[in-house]
Protein backbone atom coordinates (compact mmCIF):
# COMPACT_ATOMS: atom_id res chain seq x y z
CA UNK A 1 0.00 0.00 0.00
CA UNK A 2 1.18 3.54 -1.32
CA UNK A 3 0.15 6.48 1.17
CA UNK A 4 0.72 10.12 0.43
CA UNK A 5 -0.26 12.46 3.47
CA UNK A 6 -0.01 15.98 3.23
CA UNK A 7 1.79 16.52 0.04
CA UNK A 8 2.94 19.67 -1.20
CA UNK A 9 5.40 20.63 -4.03
CA UNK A 10 6.46 24.08 -5.26
CA UNK A 11 9.14 25.44 -7.80
CA UNK A 12 10.67 28.42 -8.15
CA UNK A 13 9.39 29.74 -11.03
CA UNK A 14 10.56 32.99 -12.35
CA UNK A 15 10.95 34.25 -8.42
CA UNK A 16 7.02 33.82 -8.32
CA UNK A 17 6.25 30.55 -6.11
CA UNK A 18 4.41 28.04 -7.97
CA UNK A 19 2.39 25.35 -5.83
CA UNK A 20 2.17 22.34 -8.63
CA UNK A 21 0.79 20.23 -5.53
CA UNK A 22 -1.31 21.47 -2.53
CA UNK A 23 -1.61 19.10 0.27
CA UNK A 24 -2.70 15.93 -1.22
CA UNK A 25 -3.49 13.07 0.84
CA UNK A 26 -4.34 9.78 -0.58
CA UNK A 27 -3.72 5.92 0.45
CA UNK A 28 -3.48 3.74 -2.75
CA UNK A 29 -4.34 0.07 -1.79
CA UNK A 30 -6.48 -1.20 -4.77
CA UNK A 31 -5.26 -3.05 -7.53
CA UNK A 32 -5.78 -1.03 -10.22
CA UNK A 33 -5.94 2.76 -9.59
CA UNK A 34 -6.12 5.09 -12.05
CA UNK A 35 -5.59 9.13 -11.70
CA UNK A 36 -7.20 11.23 -14.29
CA UNK A 37 -7.97 15.27 -14.56
CA UNK A 38 -7.25 18.47 -16.73
CA UNK A 39 -3.82 18.56 -18.27
CA UNK A 40 -1.24 20.57 -16.33
CA UNK A 41 -3.22 19.32 -13.09
CA UNK A 42 -0.11 18.20 -11.52
CA UNK A 43 -0.39 14.09 -12.41
CA UNK A 44 2.98 13.76 -13.76
CA UNK A 45 4.45 15.48 -10.72
CA UNK A 46 2.82 13.47 -8.23
CA UNK A 47 4.18 10.28 -10.23
CA UNK A 48 7.80 11.89 -10.68
CA UNK A 49 7.43 12.22 -6.56
CA UNK A 50 6.16 8.73 -5.92
CA UNK A 51 9.43 7.37 -8.01
CA UNK A 52 11.96 9.81 -5.87
CA UNK A 53 12.80 11.78 -9.33
CA UNK A 54 11.55 14.95 -7.28
CA UNK A 55 11.06 15.66 -3.64
CA UNK A 56 8.19 16.93 -1.83
CA UNK A 57 8.12 20.80 -0.48
CA UNK A 58 6.88 19.04 2.44
CA UNK A 59 4.84 15.51 3.12
CA UNK A 60 5.66 12.26 3.72
CA UNK A 61 5.32 8.85 1.50
CA UNK A 62 4.52 5.84 2.93
CA UNK A 63 4.96 2.34 1.12
CA UNK A 64 3.69 -0.39 3.43
CA UNK A 65 3.94 1.85 6.29
CA UNK A 66 7.73 2.71 5.63
CA UNK A 67 8.52 6.06 5.05
CA UNK A 68 10.25 6.66 2.03
CA UNK A 69 10.15 10.01 1.41
CA UNK A 70 14.35 10.62 1.83
CA UNK A 71 15.14 7.48 -0.40
CA UNK A 72 16.60 8.48 -4.05
CA UNK A 73 15.53 6.82 -6.83
CA UNK A 74 17.35 3.90 -6.65
CA UNK A 75 16.22 2.95 -3.57
CA UNK A 76 12.54 3.17 -4.06
CA UNK A 77 12.83 1.31 -7.32
CA UNK A 78 14.94 -1.62 -5.41
CA UNK A 79 11.85 -1.40 -2.79
CA UNK A 80 9.16 -2.62 -5.33
CA UNK A 81 8.45 0.90 -7.21
CA UNK A 82 8.47 1.00 -11.14
CA UNK A 83 7.38 3.82 -13.20
CA UNK A 84 6.98 3.73 -17.00
CA UNK A 85 7.44 7.51 -18.28
CA UNK A 86 5.11 9.92 -20.25
CA UNK A 87 7.91 10.36 -23.14
CA UNK A 88 10.53 7.36 -23.03
CA UNK A 89 13.99 7.70 -22.92
CA UNK A 90 15.95 7.38 -26.13
CA UNK A 91 19.27 5.39 -25.80
CA UNK A 92 22.07 5.58 -28.55
CA UNK A 93 23.76 1.52 -28.05
CA UNK A 94 21.78 0.19 -25.75
CA UNK A 95 18.90 -2.05 -27.72
CA UNK A 96 15.47 -3.84 -26.54
CA UNK A 97 17.64 -6.80 -24.90
CA UNK A 98 19.68 -4.83 -22.95
CA UNK A 99 17.05 -2.95 -20.63
CA UNK A 100 14.47 -5.38 -20.60
CA UNK A 101 17.54 -7.38 -19.51
CA UNK A 102 18.18 -4.26 -16.69
CA UNK A 103 15.15 -4.10 -16.14
CA UNK A 104 14.75 -7.69 -14.51
CA UNK A 105 17.86 -7.49 -13.01
CA UNK A 106 19.38 -11.22 -14.29
CA UNK A 107 20.51 -12.70 -16.98
CA UNK A 108 17.64 -13.21 -19.41
CA UNK A 109 16.83 -15.87 -22.48
CA UNK A 110 15.85 -15.07 -25.75
CA UNK A 111 12.70 -16.91 -24.59
CA UNK A 112 12.20 -15.23 -21.43
CA UNK A 113 12.50 -11.72 -23.75
CA UNK A 114 10.40 -12.91 -26.01
CA UNK A 115 7.50 -13.71 -23.66
CA UNK A 116 7.55 -10.28 -22.28
CA UNK A 117 7.55 -8.28 -25.69
CA UNK A 118 4.62 -10.56 -26.93
CA UNK A 119 2.74 -9.82 -23.23
CA UNK A 120 2.81 -6.03 -25.22
CA UNK A 121 2.27 -6.87 -28.27
CA UNK A 122 5.81 -6.93 -30.23
CA UNK A 123 7.34 -9.48 -32.46
CA UNK A 124 10.67 -10.41 -30.42
CA UNK A 125 12.54 -11.24 -33.46
CA UNK A 126 12.38 -8.35 -34.96
CA UNK A 127 12.72 -6.08 -31.74
CA UNK A 128 15.10 -7.71 -29.45
CA UNK A 129 18.34 -6.25 -31.54
CA UNK A 130 16.86 -2.90 -31.79
CA UNK A 131 18.18 0.08 -30.37
CA UNK A 132 16.07 2.31 -28.19
CA UNK A 133 16.09 5.12 -30.10
CA UNK A 134 14.02 7.47 -32.70
CA UNK A 135 14.18 4.76 -35.26
CA UNK A 136 11.28 3.17 -33.38
CA UNK A 137 7.93 4.48 -33.35
CA UNK A 138 6.48 6.36 -30.56
CA UNK A 139 3.82 3.21 -29.95
CA UNK A 140 6.42 0.78 -30.02
CA UNK A 141 8.66 2.96 -27.44
CA UNK A 142 5.80 2.85 -25.25
CA UNK A 143 5.60 -1.13 -25.73
CA UNK A 144 9.05 -1.50 -24.61
CA UNK A 145 8.53 1.50 -21.44
CA UNK A 146 5.69 -0.76 -20.29
CA UNK A 147 7.58 -3.94 -21.37
CA UNK A 148 10.51 -3.02 -18.65
CA UNK A 149 7.62 -2.75 -16.33
CA UNK A 150 6.11 -6.39 -16.76
CA UNK A 151 9.91 -7.79 -16.91
CA UNK A 152 10.33 -6.36 -13.07
CA UNK A 153 6.90 -7.67 -11.96
CA UNK A 154 7.51 -5.73 -8.71
CA UNK A 155 4.29 -4.56 -6.53
CA UNK A 156 4.42 -1.12 -7.36
CA UNK A 157 4.05 -0.28 -11.23
CA UNK A 158 2.67 3.18 -12.07
CA UNK A 159 2.18 4.37 -16.08
CA UNK A 160 1.99 8.04 -16.92
CA UNK A 161 -0.67 8.67 -20.20
CA UNK A 162 0.64 5.21 -21.65
CA UNK A 163 -1.98 5.83 -24.48
CA UNK A 164 -0.73 9.30 -25.43
CA UNK A 165 0.85 9.30 -28.54
CA UNK A 166 -0.30 6.19 -29.59
CA UNK A 167 -2.35 5.63 -32.79
CA UNK A 168 -6.28 4.18 -32.76
CA UNK A 169 -5.28 0.71 -34.09
CA UNK A 170 -2.38 0.46 -31.07
CA UNK A 171 -4.16 1.65 -28.53
CA UNK A 172 -7.11 -1.06 -29.17
CA UNK A 173 -4.10 -3.71 -28.09
CA UNK A 174 -2.54 -1.28 -25.84
CA UNK A 175 -6.02 -1.47 -23.56
CA UNK A 176 -5.77 -5.41 -23.92
CA UNK A 177 -2.74 -4.85 -22.54
CA UNK A 178 -3.28 -3.27 -19.34
CA UNK A 179 -6.56 -5.59 -19.10
CA UNK A 180 -4.40 -8.60 -19.44
CA UNK A 181 -2.12 -6.73 -16.68
CA UNK A 182 -5.04 -6.01 -14.49
CA UNK A 183 -5.79 -10.05 -14.18
CA UNK A 184 -2.06 -11.13 -14.09
CA UNK A 185 -0.31 -9.42 -12.06
CA UNK A 186 0.24 -9.10 -8.52
CA UNK A 187 0.48 -5.59 -6.68
CA UNK A 188 -0.93 -2.46 -7.34
CA UNK A 189 -0.76 -0.81 -11.17
CA UNK A 190 -0.97 2.89 -11.09
CA UNK A 191 -2.32 4.32 -14.35
CA UNK A 192 -2.36 8.08 -14.98
CA UNK A 193 -4.77 8.80 -18.16
CA UNK A 194 -7.63 10.19 -19.71
CA UNK A 195 -9.00 6.98 -21.48
CA UNK A 196 -12.24 6.20 -20.74
CA UNK A 197 -11.68 2.36 -21.55
CA UNK A 198 -9.24 2.62 -18.77
CA UNK A 199 -11.00 4.49 -16.22
CA UNK A 200 -13.64 1.71 -16.78
CA UNK A 201 -11.78 -1.05 -15.49
CA UNK A 202 -10.03 0.34 -12.77
CA UNK A 203 -10.86 -0.28 -8.90
CA UNK A 204 -10.30 3.24 -7.97
CA UNK A 205 -10.23 6.71 -9.70
CA UNK A 206 -8.31 9.64 -8.26
CA UNK A 207 -8.97 12.60 -9.83
CA UNK A 208 -6.09 15.56 -9.60
CA UNK A 209 -6.51 19.31 -11.14
CA UNK A 210 -5.23 22.49 -9.94
CA UNK A 211 -2.66 20.77 -8.18
CA UNK A 212 -5.58 19.80 -5.57
CA UNK A 213 -6.40 16.21 -4.70
CA UNK A 214 -10.68 16.95 -6.22
CA UNK A 215 -11.95 13.31 -5.69
CA UNK A 216 -11.19 9.61 -4.89
CA UNK A 217 -13.88 6.81 -5.28
CA UNK A 218 -15.21 4.12 -7.52
CA UNK A 219 -16.00 4.35 -11.39
CA UNK A 220 -19.46 4.62 -10.22
CA UNK A 221 -18.52 7.52 -7.87
CA UNK A 222 -16.60 9.44 -10.00
CA UNK A 223 -16.85 9.01 -13.94
CA UNK A 224 -20.25 10.38 -14.22
CA UNK A 225 -19.85 13.62 -12.69
CA UNK A 226 -16.59 13.58 -14.94
CA UNK A 227 -17.93 12.98 -17.66
CA UNK A 228 -20.73 15.47 -17.10
CA UNK A 229 -18.00 18.48 -16.66
CA UNK A 230 -16.77 17.16 -20.18
CA UNK A 231 -19.98 17.78 -22.03
CA UNK A 232 -21.22 20.92 -20.54
CA UNK A 233 -18.00 22.91 -21.45
CA UNK A 234 -19.69 25.50 -21.90
CA UNK A 235 -17.58 27.67 -24.90
CA UNK A 236 -16.83 24.30 -26.13
CA UNK A 237 -20.42 22.97 -26.66
CA UNK A 238 -20.94 26.91 -28.14
CA UNK A 239 -18.58 26.18 -30.92
CA UNK A 240 -19.97 22.85 -31.59
CA UNK B 1 55.42 -15.94 -25.17
CA UNK B 2 55.34 -14.82 -21.90
CA UNK B 3 52.02 -14.41 -19.69
CA UNK B 4 52.16 -10.12 -20.18
CA UNK B 5 52.69 -10.59 -23.95
CA UNK B 6 49.36 -13.74 -23.58
CA UNK B 7 47.39 -11.13 -22.03
CA UNK B 8 48.29 -8.32 -24.17
CA UNK B 9 47.62 -11.00 -27.33
CA UNK B 10 44.21 -11.63 -25.76
CA UNK B 11 43.37 -8.06 -25.70
CA UNK B 12 44.52 -6.47 -29.33
CA UNK B 13 43.42 -9.74 -30.96
CA UNK B 14 41.04 -11.30 -28.83
CA UNK B 15 43.09 -14.48 -29.31
CA UNK B 16 44.43 -16.90 -26.26
CA UNK B 17 47.26 -18.65 -28.79
CA UNK B 18 48.26 -18.29 -32.58
CA UNK B 19 45.60 -17.60 -34.83
CA UNK B 20 44.51 -20.02 -37.51
CA UNK B 21 45.96 -18.80 -41.15
CA UNK B 22 47.93 -16.49 -41.73
CA UNK B 23 49.50 -14.33 -39.29
CA UNK B 24 52.68 -12.47 -37.86
CA UNK B 25 53.47 -11.71 -34.70
CA UNK B 26 55.74 -8.95 -33.78
CA UNK B 27 56.49 -8.81 -29.87
CA UNK B 28 59.59 -5.88 -28.21
CA UNK B 29 60.42 -5.36 -32.17
CA UNK B 30 61.21 -8.74 -33.89
CA UNK B 31 59.17 -11.47 -35.03
CA UNK B 32 57.78 -13.97 -32.64
CA UNK B 33 56.21 -15.74 -35.25
CA UNK B 34 54.96 -15.99 -38.83
CA UNK B 35 52.97 -18.08 -40.94
CA UNK B 36 51.23 -17.94 -44.63
CA UNK B 37 48.71 -19.50 -46.39
CA UNK B 38 48.87 -20.74 -50.18
CA UNK B 39 47.16 -17.34 -50.97
CA UNK B 40 48.54 -15.01 -48.27
CA UNK B 41 52.28 -14.56 -48.60
CA UNK B 42 54.07 -12.24 -46.02
CA UNK B 43 57.83 -10.95 -46.55
CA UNK B 44 59.90 -8.81 -44.57
CA UNK B 45 60.81 -5.88 -46.16
CA UNK B 46 64.05 -4.78 -46.79
CA UNK B 47 65.06 -0.92 -46.81
CA UNK B 48 62.49 -0.17 -43.67
CA UNK B 49 61.25 -1.89 -40.63
CA UNK B 50 57.77 -3.56 -41.32
CA UNK B 51 56.15 -6.28 -44.02
CA UNK B 52 54.26 -6.70 -46.91
CA UNK B 53 51.22 -8.40 -46.72
CA UNK B 54 50.03 -10.04 -50.48
CA UNK B 55 47.16 -11.70 -51.01
CA UNK B 56 46.27 -13.46 -54.59
CA UNK B 57 43.15 -12.28 -56.34
CA UNK B 58 40.39 -14.56 -55.87
CA UNK B 59 41.10 -15.14 -52.20
CA UNK B 60 38.40 -15.38 -50.08
CA UNK B 61 37.35 -16.49 -46.45
CA UNK B 62 40.77 -15.94 -44.87
CA UNK B 63 41.76 -13.91 -42.29
CA UNK B 64 45.28 -12.50 -41.25
CA UNK B 65 46.66 -11.46 -37.59
CA UNK B 66 48.99 -8.61 -37.18
CA UNK B 67 49.51 -8.21 -33.37
CA UNK B 68 52.01 -6.24 -32.00
CA UNK B 69 53.37 -6.43 -28.67
CA UNK B 70 55.47 -3.79 -26.36
CA UNK B 71 56.22 -4.79 -23.08
CA UNK B 72 59.66 -3.82 -23.19
CA UNK B 73 59.02 -0.13 -21.23
CA UNK B 74 60.89 2.84 -23.16
CA UNK B 75 60.88 0.46 -26.49
CA UNK B 76 59.96 3.59 -28.89
CA UNK B 77 59.53 1.84 -33.01
CA UNK B 78 57.97 2.90 -36.44
CA UNK B 79 56.92 0.24 -38.59
CA UNK B 80 55.56 0.18 -42.50
CA UNK B 81 52.87 -2.49 -43.07
CA UNK B 82 52.05 -2.40 -46.52
CA UNK B 83 48.78 -4.74 -47.59
CA UNK B 84 48.36 -5.78 -51.46
CA UNK B 85 45.03 -7.05 -51.80
CA UNK B 86 43.92 -8.82 -55.13
CA UNK B 87 41.07 -8.86 -57.44
CA UNK B 88 37.96 -9.86 -55.91
CA UNK B 89 39.63 -11.04 -52.82
CA UNK B 90 37.43 -10.88 -49.79
CA UNK B 91 39.44 -11.00 -46.64
CA UNK B 92 39.65 -10.10 -42.75
CA UNK B 93 42.81 -8.33 -41.33
CA UNK B 94 43.32 -7.96 -37.81
CA UNK B 95 46.07 -5.59 -36.82
CA UNK B 96 46.06 -4.46 -33.25
CA UNK B 97 49.01 -3.19 -30.57
CA UNK B 98 49.06 -3.61 -26.91
CA UNK B 99 51.57 -1.88 -24.60
CA UNK B 100 52.58 -3.42 -21.30
CA UNK B 101 54.59 -0.47 -19.82
CA UNK B 102 55.92 -1.32 -16.04
CA UNK B 103 58.55 1.35 -16.40
CA UNK B 104 59.20 5.01 -16.27
CA UNK B 105 60.31 5.30 -19.87
CA UNK B 106 57.86 6.40 -22.62
CA UNK B 107 56.99 3.44 -24.80
CA UNK B 108 55.92 3.92 -28.69
CA UNK B 109 54.64 2.60 -31.78
CA UNK B 110 53.94 4.32 -34.74
CA UNK B 111 52.12 1.92 -37.22
CA UNK B 112 51.73 2.97 -41.33
CA UNK B 113 49.45 0.84 -42.85
CA UNK B 114 49.23 1.13 -46.35
CA UNK B 115 46.12 -0.70 -48.23
CA UNK B 116 45.91 -1.15 -51.88
CA UNK B 117 42.83 -2.88 -52.78
CA UNK B 118 42.25 -3.77 -56.16
CA UNK B 119 38.98 -3.86 -58.55
CA UNK B 120 36.13 -5.42 -56.55
CA UNK B 121 38.79 -6.53 -53.51
CA UNK B 122 36.86 -6.64 -49.95
CA UNK B 123 38.81 -6.01 -46.76
CA UNK B 124 37.14 -6.14 -42.81
CA UNK B 125 39.88 -4.64 -41.10
CA UNK B 126 39.94 -4.15 -37.54
CA UNK B 127 42.05 -2.43 -35.27
CA UNK B 128 42.46 -2.50 -31.68
CA UNK B 129 44.74 -0.25 -29.42
CA UNK B 130 45.18 -1.00 -26.16
CA UNK B 131 47.80 -0.38 -22.89
CA UNK B 132 48.36 -1.10 -19.64
CA UNK B 133 51.42 -0.64 -17.27
CA UNK B 134 51.91 -0.38 -13.41
CA UNK B 135 54.78 2.23 -13.86
CA UNK B 136 54.73 5.96 -14.73
CA UNK B 137 56.17 5.78 -18.64
CA UNK B 138 53.91 6.63 -20.90
CA UNK B 139 51.97 4.69 -24.07
CA UNK B 140 52.10 6.35 -27.21
CA UNK B 141 50.70 5.16 -30.60
CA UNK B 142 50.17 6.68 -33.66
CA UNK B 143 49.01 4.67 -36.19
CA UNK B 144 48.59 6.09 -39.78
CA UNK B 145 45.74 4.08 -42.49
CA UNK B 146 46.25 5.31 -45.78
CA UNK B 147 43.59 3.17 -48.13
CA UNK B 148 43.75 3.50 -52.15
CA UNK B 149 40.23 1.90 -53.49
CA UNK B 150 40.06 0.67 -56.76
CA UNK B 151 36.87 0.15 -58.91
CA UNK B 152 34.09 -1.42 -56.69
CA UNK B 153 36.18 -2.52 -53.84
CA UNK B 154 34.63 -2.05 -50.14
CA UNK B 155 36.66 -1.50 -46.75
CA UNK B 156 35.49 -1.67 -43.44
CA UNK B 157 37.58 -0.53 -41.04
CA UNK B 158 37.19 -0.53 -37.24
CA UNK B 159 39.26 0.73 -34.97
CA UNK B 160 38.70 0.59 -30.97
CA UNK B 161 41.12 2.51 -28.35
CA UNK B 162 39.05 2.06 -24.85
CA UNK B 163 42.50 1.67 -22.85
CA UNK B 164 45.73 2.62 -21.59
CA UNK B 165 46.91 4.97 -24.26
CA UNK B 166 48.19 8.43 -22.66
CA UNK B 167 48.46 9.93 -26.57
CA UNK B 168 47.60 9.05 -29.56
CA UNK B 169 47.18 10.69 -33.15
CA UNK B 170 45.40 8.93 -35.51
CA UNK B 171 45.71 9.57 -39.30
CA UNK B 172 43.64 8.09 -41.61
CA UNK B 173 43.75 8.80 -45.78
CA UNK B 174 41.80 7.91 -48.48
CA UNK B 175 41.40 7.91 -52.35
CA UNK B 176 38.17 6.16 -53.79
CA UNK B 177 37.80 5.24 -57.27
CA UNK B 178 34.64 4.42 -59.16
CA UNK B 179 32.13 2.14 -57.51
CA UNK B 180 34.36 2.04 -54.57
CA UNK B 181 32.99 2.18 -50.69
CA UNK B 182 34.63 2.64 -47.66
CA UNK B 183 33.25 1.79 -44.07
CA UNK B 184 34.54 3.23 -40.76
CA UNK B 185 33.65 2.70 -37.00
CA UNK B 186 35.73 4.52 -34.95
CA UNK B 187 35.30 4.15 -30.84
CA UNK B 188 37.68 5.91 -28.16
CA UNK B 189 37.42 6.22 -24.43
CA UNK B 190 39.98 8.28 -22.76
CA UNK B 191 40.25 8.64 -19.13
CA UNK B 192 43.01 10.99 -17.08
CA UNK B 193 44.85 13.13 -18.56
CA UNK B 194 45.19 11.29 -22.01
CA UNK B 195 45.31 13.45 -25.25
CA UNK B 196 43.82 11.65 -28.76
CA UNK B 197 43.15 12.82 -31.92
CA UNK B 198 41.45 11.81 -34.98
CA UNK B 199 42.90 13.24 -38.41
CA UNK B 200 40.89 11.70 -41.18
CA UNK B 201 40.91 12.81 -45.08
CA UNK B 202 39.30 11.16 -48.01
CA UNK B 203 38.54 12.12 -51.61
CA UNK B 204 35.81 10.62 -53.09
CA UNK B 205 37.35 10.79 -56.72
CA UNK B 206 35.07 8.33 -58.22
CA UNK B 207 31.21 8.26 -59.70
CA UNK B 208 29.13 6.01 -57.38
CA UNK B 209 32.21 6.21 -54.42
CA UNK B 210 30.51 6.56 -50.78
CA UNK B 211 32.63 7.15 -47.26
CA UNK B 212 30.85 6.61 -44.12
CA UNK B 213 32.89 7.53 -40.71
CA UNK B 214 30.90 7.34 -37.37
CA UNK B 215 33.17 7.98 -34.61
CA UNK B 216 31.94 7.26 -30.99
CA UNK B 217 34.31 8.59 -27.95
CA UNK B 218 33.60 9.15 -24.37
CA UNK B 219 36.29 11.96 -22.66
CA UNK B 220 36.41 11.33 -19.02
CA UNK B 221 38.54 13.05 -16.22
CA UNK B 222 41.25 15.61 -17.87
CA UNK B 223 41.30 13.99 -21.16
CA UNK B 224 41.57 15.70 -24.67
CA UNK B 225 39.75 14.54 -28.08
CA UNK B 226 40.12 16.14 -31.19
CA UNK B 227 38.16 14.90 -34.48
CA UNK B 228 39.16 16.45 -37.56
CA UNK B 229 37.50 15.23 -40.89
CA UNK B 230 38.08 16.10 -44.29
CA UNK B 231 35.80 14.69 -46.99
CA UNK B 232 36.26 16.10 -50.71
CA UNK B 233 33.28 14.95 -53.06
CA UNK B 234 34.75 15.39 -56.48
CA UNK B 235 32.54 13.23 -58.47
CA UNK B 236 28.98 11.61 -58.00
CA UNK B 237 29.72 10.66 -54.81
CA UNK B 238 28.07 10.27 -51.34
CA UNK B 239 29.94 11.06 -48.39
CA UNK B 240 28.54 10.90 -44.25
CA UNK B 241 30.52 11.28 -41.04
CA UNK B 242 29.07 11.49 -37.48
CA UNK B 243 30.76 12.76 -34.34
CA UNK B 244 29.36 11.67 -31.40
CA UNK B 245 31.16 12.10 -27.93
CA UNK B 246 30.04 12.16 -24.45
CA UNK B 247 32.12 13.90 -22.12
CA UNK B 248 32.26 13.04 -18.64
CA UNK B 249 34.11 14.91 -15.21
CA UNK B 250 36.21 17.75 -17.47
CA UNK B 251 37.09 15.71 -20.65
CA UNK B 252 37.36 18.42 -23.15
CA UNK B 253 35.95 17.09 -27.22
CA UNK B 254 36.67 19.24 -30.16
CA UNK B 255 35.22 18.66 -33.94
CA UNK B 256 35.57 19.78 -36.67
CA UNK B 257 34.57 18.93 -39.91
CA UNK B 258 35.56 19.95 -43.40
CA UNK B 259 33.28 19.28 -46.32
CA UNK B 260 34.14 20.13 -50.17
CA UNK B 261 31.36 19.65 -52.61
CA UNK B 262 33.50 19.72 -55.99
CA UNK B 263 31.15 18.49 -58.19
CA UNK B 264 27.35 19.28 -58.64
CA UNK B 265 26.46 15.70 -58.06
CA UNK B 266 28.26 15.11 -54.53
CA UNK B 267 26.24 14.28 -51.85
CA UNK B 268 27.51 15.38 -48.35
CA UNK B 269 26.46 15.14 -44.66
CA UNK B 270 28.30 15.38 -41.47
CA UNK B 271 26.68 15.59 -37.96
CA UNK B 272 28.46 15.95 -34.42
CA UNK B 273 26.45 16.23 -31.51
CA UNK B 274 28.44 16.65 -28.02
CA UNK B 275 27.79 16.42 -24.76
CA UNK B 276 27.00 14.95 -20.93
CA UNK B 277 25.38 11.75 -20.49
CA UNK B 278 21.45 13.06 -20.85
CA UNK B 279 19.96 12.95 -17.76
CA UNK B 280 16.66 11.35 -18.26
CA UNK B 281 18.99 8.41 -19.33
CA UNK B 282 20.43 7.96 -16.15
CA UNK B 283 16.88 8.87 -14.48
CA UNK B 284 15.60 5.77 -16.49
CA UNK B 285 18.03 2.89 -15.60
CA UNK B 286 17.75 4.38 -11.99
CA UNK B 287 14.12 3.68 -12.21
CA UNK B 288 15.41 0.29 -12.75
CA UNK B 289 16.77 -0.31 -10.23
CA UNK B 290 20.62 0.26 -11.18
CA UNK B 291 22.78 3.08 -9.00
CA UNK B 292 23.96 5.98 -10.81
CA UNK B 293 27.33 4.85 -11.53
CA UNK B 294 25.77 1.77 -12.56
CA UNK B 295 23.79 3.06 -14.99
CA UNK B 296 26.80 5.57 -15.89
CA UNK B 297 28.35 2.22 -16.76
CA UNK B 298 25.52 1.02 -19.33
CA UNK B 299 25.28 4.06 -20.95
CA UNK B 300 28.79 4.18 -22.01
CA UNK B 301 29.18 0.58 -22.06
CA UNK B 302 26.10 0.55 -24.92
CA UNK B 303 27.32 3.40 -26.26
CA UNK B 304 30.91 2.14 -27.25
CA UNK B 305 29.40 -1.13 -28.29
N1 LIG C 1 9.93 22.37 -12.45
C1 LIG C 1 8.82 23.05 -12.76
N2 LIG C 1 8.86 24.41 -12.85
C2 LIG C 1 7.75 25.12 -13.16
N3 LIG C 1 6.56 24.56 -13.41
C3 LIG C 1 6.46 23.22 -13.35
C4 LIG C 1 7.58 22.40 -13.04
N4 LIG C 1 7.19 21.10 -13.06
C5 LIG C 1 5.87 21.12 -13.39
N5 LIG C 1 5.43 22.39 -13.57
C6 LIG C 1 4.06 22.82 -13.86
O1 LIG C 1 3.21 22.14 -12.97
C7 LIG C 1 1.98 21.86 -13.55
C8 LIG C 1 1.67 20.38 -13.43
O2 LIG C 1 2.46 19.63 -14.36
P1 LIG C 1 2.27 18.09 -14.58
O3 LIG C 1 2.46 17.38 -13.31
O4 LIG C 1 3.16 17.70 -15.70
O5 LIG C 1 0.74 18.03 -15.04
P2 LIG C 1 -0.09 16.84 -15.71
O6 LIG C 1 0.78 15.63 -15.79
O7 LIG C 1 -1.26 16.68 -14.81
O8 LIG C 1 -0.51 17.33 -17.05
C9 LIG C 1 2.08 22.34 -14.99
O9 LIG C 1 1.47 23.61 -15.08
C10 LIG C 1 3.56 22.42 -15.22
O10 LIG C 1 3.85 23.38 -16.19
MG1 LIG D 1 1.53 14.47 -17.48
Known amino acids: MLELRNISYEVDDNHDNKEILKDVSVKIEDHFVAITGPNGGGKSTLAKMIAGIIKPTSGQILLDGEDITEFDITERAKKGISFAFQQPVHFKGLTVKDMITIAAGKDMTVTEICNILSEVGLCAREYIDREINSSLSGGELKRIEIAMIAARGTKMSIFDEPEAGIDLWSFNSLIKVFEKMRDEINGTILIISHQERILNIADKIIVIADGRLEKVGTKEEVLPALLDTAESCKTLTDKL | ?305
Open chain 2, 1 to 305: MDLVQKNLLEQVAGLHEVPEGAYNIRANGSKLGRNTTANIDIVSKTDKDGIDIIIKPGTVNESVHIPVLLSQSGLQECVYNDFYIGEGADVTIVAGCGIHNCGVDTSKHDGIHTFYLEKGAKVRYVERHYGEGDGNGENIMNPQTIVHLKEDSYMEMETTQIKGIDSTNRVTRGDLADGARLEIHEKIMTHGKQYAKTDFSVDLNGDNSSCNLVSRSVAKGESKQEFFSIMNGNAACAGHSECDAIIMDHGCVTASPQLTANSIDANLIHEAAIGKIAGEQLIKLMTLGLTEKEAEEQIINGFLK
